[in-house]
């Protein structure tokens, strides 16, 4: 299982940015695709998820301003962040929760990452 992880780059204090996280098994496949992100020196948060039965979860740092939603034409889950603050500048990662084959596991998958920084 692969996931990549796209759509990062440079922006402006109070601009937009569309990050998209692609499975190679199809979303089909996965209980949940979250998006988390991690600044140098600080702990890895969960800032949003998507479940497969389309609910969504979304961190109190970002309500309002981040939406999380499958793109059923690309079969990717995208993040998109609006209202961008300089304190959301850190590396978002996607993960994938896939049911395991003949097993009731569930198997933890993460993509490489995308470098998301806001200038003030």
């Known amino acids: 299982v692969q996931l990549q992880a796209s759509g990062g780059g440079l922006v402006q204090a109070g601009g937009s940015l569309r990050l998209s996280c692609a499975i190679n098994i199809g979303t089909i496949r996965v209980n949940a695709i979250g998006w988390h992100r991690q600044a140098p020196g600080k702990q890895r948060e969960l800032v949003a998820l998507?479940?497969?039965?389309?609910?969504?979860t979304i961190a109190d740092s970002v309500k309002g301003r981040f939406t999380i939603a499958r793109d059923n034409s690309k079969d990717t889950v995208s993040l998109q962040m609006n209202a961008l603050k300089p304190e959301d500048t850190a590396g978002y990662y996607c993960?994938?929760?896939?049911?395991?084959?003949?097993?009731?596991?569930?198997?933890?998958?993460w993509g490489q990452g995308t470098l998301v920084t806001v200038s003030s």
């Open positions: 998507w479940r497969k039965d389309g609910t969504t």
């Open positions: 993960n994938a929760e896939v049911p395991r084959y003949g097993s009731s596991a569930i198997d933890d998958y």
